[in-house]
């Protein structure tokens, strides 16, 4: 079974940048589509970014397209978000998620793909 563990979350200013790591532990990680999601308080799970297997495909949220890029390898088996010219409106609480079953060349954006959640890093943008 895998597991997800993100970090690099933490406190930044408006304009900055930050980046995001995910790792995963167990599964076969390359076999897999991942997604990043984010959820600010009192507001439902937004897609940020999703990656194919073989990182051939990624599509991004709509309010961080061109801001923010997503990436993997496969043989360090992690996944990242790098953050650009981030806003207040970007804070929330990102999660790392796995597609397990996904096929290839797929990358979706749909929360209910996504089969195993890490248990999220914060990020607050201060204005």
């Known amino acids: 079974q895998v597991q997800l563990v993100e970090s690099g979350g933490g406190l930044v200013q408006t304009g900055d940048s930050l980046s995001l790591s995910c790792v995963a532990s167990g599964g076969t990680f390359g076999y897999y589509a991942m997604g990043w999601f984010r959820q600010a308080p009192g507001k439902e799970r937004e897609f940020v970014g999703a990656?194919?297997?073989?990182?051939?495909?990624?599509r991004y949220g709509d309010s961080v397209q061109n801001r923010f890029t997503i990436a993997r390898d496969n043989n360090k088996r992690t996944v990242s978000l790098q953050m650009n010219n981030l806003k207040p409106e970007d804070t929330a609480t990102y999660y790392c998620?796995?597609?397990?079953?996904?096929?290839?060349?797929?990358?979706?954006?749909?929360?209910?793909?996504?089969?195993?959640w890490g248990q999220g890093t914060r990020v607050t943008v201060s204005s």
């Open positions: 998620a796995a597609d397990v079953n996904t096929v290839a060349g797929a990358a979706d954006r749909r929360p209910e793909a996504y089969d195993v």
């Open positions: 990656i194919s297997r073989a990182g051939t495909v990624r």
